[in-house]
Nanobody, 124 residues
Framework: QVQPVESGGGLVQAGGSLRLSCGTS????????MAWFRQAPGKEREFVAA????????LHADSVVGRFTISRDNTKNQMYLQMIDLKPEDTAVYYC?????????????????WGQGTQVTVSS
């Protein structure tokens, strides 16, 4: 079982940057496909980005392309979400999730293990 643990959230002004990290308590990340989702108040949890086990393949939501970059370092057992040019509409709780399988997925239901989330707040 992989229990993700997020860190790195905070308060930032519009146009600023943050880097989120995701580690685990338990097994290593390297055997799992990983993803970031986010949930804003009153909204559904939405897909942000996903990455393959080795990190060679990535997928990003249209709303974050060019601003957010997902990556991972299996030697450090960490996954990251680098966010630049943040906007107030990026304000949300960001969740790290993991799944077994071979293909990247945007579907929340495909992910088995979820972290508790980290709050990102972007002020205008």
């Amino acid at each position: 079982q992989v229990q993700p643990v997020e860190s790195g959230g905070g308060l930032v002004q519009a146009g600023g940057s943050l880097r989120l990290s995701c580690g685990t308590s338990g097994r290593t990340l390297s055997g799992y496909l990983m993803a970031w989702f986010r949930q804003a108040p009153g909204k559904e949890r939405e897909f942000v980005a996903a990455i393959s086990r080795g990190g060679a393949a990535t997928l990003h939501a249209d709303s974050v392309v060019g601003r957010f970059t997902i990556s991972r370092d299996n030697t450090k057992n960490q996954m990251y979400l680098q966010m630049i040019d943040l906007k107030p509409e990026d304000t949300a709780v960001y969740y790290c999730a993991s799944r077994v399988g071979t293909s990247l997925s945007r579907e929340r239901s495909d992910y088995l293990y979820w972290g508790q989330g980290t709050q990102v707040t972007v002020s205008s």
